[in-house]
Structures are given as structure tokens and as C-alpha cells.
């Protein structure tokens, strides 16, 4: 297993739990997406995986290396572990070429400009404007950088959160094709939570229903795609005959 959470409990306040026992585990260069109820703790398990919120009891592990007690900035740099949180994941007043570089601040400098150039080469939405400010960039284009700076120092483990959250339907389909194609170019896993999860779930291996800080439900992404309860309950209905674009009322 790439990433293990085994029973992990976790809240910000004593005796309050938020996550009350998960386990979990994803394989090498699986992509799995997390969906439930606002509230049910998807962005707690986050912030638990990566270490900003400490475990009160169970264990994180990554590669087979216990991470349980491990200081954010140790994830990062032994474990390979990103994060993309759900809200400020770019600095607006920096440049472009400024934001991904900051992914690589632990970098030796000399490696840190190839692999900025690396990226800004390969997503030429973001490297042909290297020297704007990013708040210049539109939703998707800013997700990309945010992506891009979580990158930087070649993770095994990204950990995205709502990556798509406020893109139009075609910004939604183009964002999920770029972690599919980060999956295939840099051979990394990705625990993916997601509110679009039908268009998420499309493009995973597997999906889990957290409700109450517990796994209510997983299975292999299309089993919860194909399963109506599943739909009617965290997916906002499949398309029907009668209803063939269920998402568009959302996004209006
Ligand atoms: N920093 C915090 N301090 C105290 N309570 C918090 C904090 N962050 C989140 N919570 C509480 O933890 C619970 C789970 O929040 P969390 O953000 O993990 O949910 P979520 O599933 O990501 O929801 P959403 O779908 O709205 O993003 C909520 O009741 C929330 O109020
Ligand atoms: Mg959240």
C-alpha cells in the first residue's frame, strides 16, 4: 500500500472526534475520490493524512513508514506527500513562475528552476504567462498552478481537495483529465475529494462515502457510479431520459 490510514480518529477540539475511525488504504498510483455530506469531515481526513490536524488515535502510513507523528514538512520531504487545500491554494500577488517555484522551497536551487521549467513547459496555459501575477489567471488555470506547485517535489501521494470546485462543466472534465495525465507522467497516487464526483468517480479507480467521519460505503468507482442509491444519495442522480444533465442546474 502507498498510503494505509488504519482506524484514525482525529477533531479539533478534546473529546470531539470529526473522524471517528477511518481505514483506508490506496495503492500505487490508484486514484481514489472521497464524497459526502458537507460537514462529514473529507477535508479533516485531509489535513489528518498530511499531519495539519494530528491523529488522536490509529495510524497514517505512507510507503510502509509510520507518518502518524511526522511534522508536515517531513511528509513532504521523506514521504513524498502534497496537498492542495480547498480554499488560497495560490498566492495571487506572486508571479506564476513564483508560485510553483514556492512548491520547491526544501530544493537545491538548481534543481528547484529545471523542475519549475519542467511544469511551466509542459502546461503552456501557465508558462506562457510565467512572469504575471497569478491572481491574473482564471478558476482553472489557477487549480493547474496550485496542482503544479503541489508538484514540485515530485510527490508519490497528492492529496486534492475540491480541485474542481467552482470551474464551469468543461473547466470540471479538462481538470480531471490533467490528474489522469499527472498520474501517467509523475506515477503518483491521488485521494481525491470531490463535490463534481460523478465526473471525479469517471476518472477513478475507486470511490468512498465518508458520513459522520466513518466510511459508509466504497467500491470500485464504477460499481458506485452504476449503484441508484448511491447516486440518488451523494451524486445528485445519474443522467436519465429525463433529466440527461443533472449537474447543469448547479452550475447556473
Ligand atoms: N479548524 C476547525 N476548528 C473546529 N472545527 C472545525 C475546523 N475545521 C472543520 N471543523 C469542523 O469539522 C467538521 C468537518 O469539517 P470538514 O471541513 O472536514 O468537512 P467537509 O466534509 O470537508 O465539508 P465540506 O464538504 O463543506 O468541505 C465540521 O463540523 C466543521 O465545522
Ligand atoms: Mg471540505
Known amino acids: 500500500?502507498?498510503?494505509?490510514?488504519?482506524?484514525?480518529?482525529?477533531?479539533?477540539?478534546?473529546?470531539?472526534?470529526?473522524?471517528n475511525g477511518i481505514t483506508l488504504g490506496l495503492a500505487e498510483q490508484e486514484i481514489v475520490t472521497v464524497v459526502g455530506p458537507n460537514g462529514s469531515g473529507k477535508s479533516t481526513f485531509l489535513k489528518c493524512l498530511m499531519g495539519f490536524v494530528p491523529a488522536s488515535s490509529g495510524t497514517v502510513r505512507v510507503s510502509g513508514v509510520d507518518c502518524t507523528a511526522m511534522a508536515v514538512h517531513r511528509r513532504v520531504r521523506n514521504h513524498r506527500m502534497a496537498f492542495v487545500p480547498q480554499l488560497d491554494n495560490v498566492y495571487g500577488p506572486l508571479t506564476i513562475r513564483d508560485n510553483v517555484r514556492a512548491g520547491g522551497q526544501h530544493?537545491?536551487?538548481?534543481?528547484?528552476?529545471?523542475?519549475?521549467?519542467?511544469?511551466?513547459?509542459?502546461?503552456?496555459?501557465?508558462?506562457?504567462?510565467?512572469?504575471?501575477?497569478?491572481?491574473?489567471?482564471?478558476?482553472?488555470?489557477?487549480?493547474?498552478?496550485?496542482?503544479c506547485r503541489a508538484l514540485m517535489p515530485r510527490p508519490d501521494v497528492l492529496l486534492l481537495d475540491e480541485p474542481s470546485a467552482g470551474l464551469s462543466p468543461a473547466k470540471v472534465t479538462e481538470l480531471f483529465d490533467a490528474v489522469v495525465d499527472i498520474r501517467a507522467q509523475e506515477n503518483v497516487t491521488v485521494l481525491c475529494v470531490e463535490q463534481n464526483a460523478v465526473q471525479s468517480l469517471a476518472v477513478s479507480d475507486r470511490g468512498i462515502v465518508l458520513?459522520?467521519?466513518?466510511v459508509a460505503l466504497q467500491g470500485p468507482a464504477r460499481q458506485l457510479?452504476?449503484?441508484?442509491?448511491?447516486?440518488?444519495?451523494?451524486?445528485?442522480?445519474l443522467p436519465?431520459?429525463?433529466?440527461?444533465?443533472?449537474?447543469?442546474e448547479e452550475s447556473l
Do not use: C, W
Open 1 to 19: 500500500m502507498k498510503l494505509e490510514a488504519k482506524n484514525v480518529t482525529a477533531g479539533y477540539v478534546p473529546g470531539v472526534n470529526i473522524l
Open 107 to 147: 530544493m537545491p536551487r538548481a534543481d528547484r528552476e529545471r523542475r519549475a521549467d519542467e511544469l511551466l513547459h509542459r502546461y503552456p496555459a501557465l508558462g506562457d504567462r510565467a512572469n504575471q501575477r497569478a491572481d491574473s489567471l482564471s478558476g482553472g488555470e489557477r487549480q493547474l498552478l496550485a496542482l
Open 225 to 237: 457510479l452504476a449503484d441508484p442509491q448511491v447516486s440518488e444519495l451523494y451524486l445528485g442522480g
Open 211 to 214: 458520513v459522520q467521519g466513518q
Open 240 to 248: 436519465t431520459a429525463t433529466n440527461p444533465e443533472p449537474f447543469m
